[in-house]
């Protein structure tokens, strides 16, 4: 099984481009959730997802958009990249053991 | 809401010598608890996690961890660190169900000195 599948694992923006982080995962989970990584900051919450056609917002929603048409994928979508969205970001998904994550897209905003 | 706090952003112990990694938590309903690692330029990977029963939890590489509703904590340990230990770790905290995602600390750095 591959996991959580996430594309592209690296990205250069310029300030106000929009691009869609893709996440994929193959193991029929009905949770999955958005992460982003700062320095110091540990991983804070973005958006999740129970099911598919069923998002909310988590800890720092701002600038994202989240849909969710599939069970299998769940892409995160930047309106306007600002440099503030400069992070790494992560995609999980969550089964009886826990949650399994991407390994991530590191995306700079310039 | 809930919250989680892990105690030292960094920590050093010398190889073969006793791991201890704080994590405090919030919740207003009974948690799950989760313990995390992250090498270097890689995702995370499960250490360990706690839902419910047995309050004392053995995780991969050695590791494990105690629940202790009390003291709202659940610290990680390991009794002999290895070099390849060295990476940073993260303690998370999701409502029981764990559909609206997990609450991170902000990770601490665990430093092998040969």
């Known amino acids: 099984n591959a996991g959580v599948t996430q594309t592209p694992k690296f990205q250069v923006l310029k300030t106000g481009q929009s691009m869609t982080l893709q996440c994929a995962q193959d193991?029929?989970?009905?949770?999955m959730s958005w992460y982003r990584q700062d320095p110091g900051m540990g991983l804070r919450l973005i958006h999740y997802?129970?099911?598919?056609?069923?998002?909310d917002q988590g800890e720092v929603p701002n600038g994202y958009n989240v849909s969710r048409s599939t069970t299998e994928d769940f892409p995160l979508r930047l309106l306007s990249a600002a440099p503030s969205q400069t992070s790494v970001y992560f995609c999980?998904?969550?089964?009886?053991?826990?949650?399994?994550f991407g390994s991530g897209t590191r995306l700079t905003v310039v | 809401a809930q919250s989680v706090t892990q105690l030292g952003s960094h920590v050093s112990v010398s190889e073969g010598a006793l791991v201890l990694l704080r994590c405090n938590y919030s919740?207003?309903?009974?948690?799950?608890l989760f313990w995390y690692v992250q090498y270097p330029n890689q995702g995370l990977q499960l250490l360990l996690k706690?839902?419910?029963?047995?309050?004392l939890v053995k995780g991969i590489n050695g590791f494990e961890a105690e629940f202790k509703k009390s003291e709202t904590s659940f610290h990680l340990t390991k009794p002999s660190a290895h070099m390849s230990d060295a990476a940073e770790y993260f303690c998370?905290?999701?409502?029981?169900?764990?559909?609206?995602?997990?609450?991170f600390g902000k990770g601490t750095h665990l430093i092998i000195q040969p």
């Open positions: 997802s129970v099911g598919a056609g069923i998002t």
């Open positions: 999980a998904s969550r089964g009886n053991y826990g949650y399994t």
């Open positions: 193991m029929n989970h009905e949770y």
């Open positions: 998370a905290v999701s409502s029981g169900g764990g559909a609206d995602g997990l609450t």
């Open positions: 706690y839902t419910t029963g047995a309050t």
């Open positions: 919740s207003s309903v009974p948690p799950y």
